[in-house]
């Protein structure tokens, strides 16, 4: 296994992306944008803007490549499917009937 450099970055940078992370909702759900957008929007202000703007880092230095995107998407994907697929099964069987 070879190690690539990784870029250092700032203590207040990564405090900055916790508190963030912590703040994030409350500010953000008064907005009513929807969850989705919601997500996206916090996705965008603390990944792009913190981490790799502020903080200068590299998707890489984060662990995100681009060659390891498919099987991520994947096991996301299955996960989701599980979530969904247990979901279904605990209504069925509490109420008799899918939601």
């Known amino acids: ?7 250092a970055t ?3 940078v990564i405090i900055t992306a916790l ?6 909702p ?4 008064p907005l009513s944008l929807g969850t989705f957008f919601n997500y ?15 903080g200068k880092l590299r998707p890489q230095d984060v662990g995100l490549h681009l060659r390891e995107l498919p ?3 994947l096991i996301t994907l299955i996960i989701w499917l599980l979530i969904q697929v247990f979901a279904l099964v605990t209504s ?3 109420t008799g009937m899918s939601r």
């Open 1 to 7: 296994m070879q190690f690539q450099k990784v870029r």
């Open 10 to 12: 700032r203590w207040w």
């Open 19 to 24: 508190l963030l992370t912590i703040l994030f």
């Open 26 to 29: 409350i500010i953000v759900l």
């Open 40 to 54: 996206l929007l916090g996705l965008l202000v603390i990944v792009v803007g913190v981490v790799f703007l502020l």
């Open 71 to 73: 099987i991520g998407l």
């Open 92 to 94: 069925l069987a509490t």
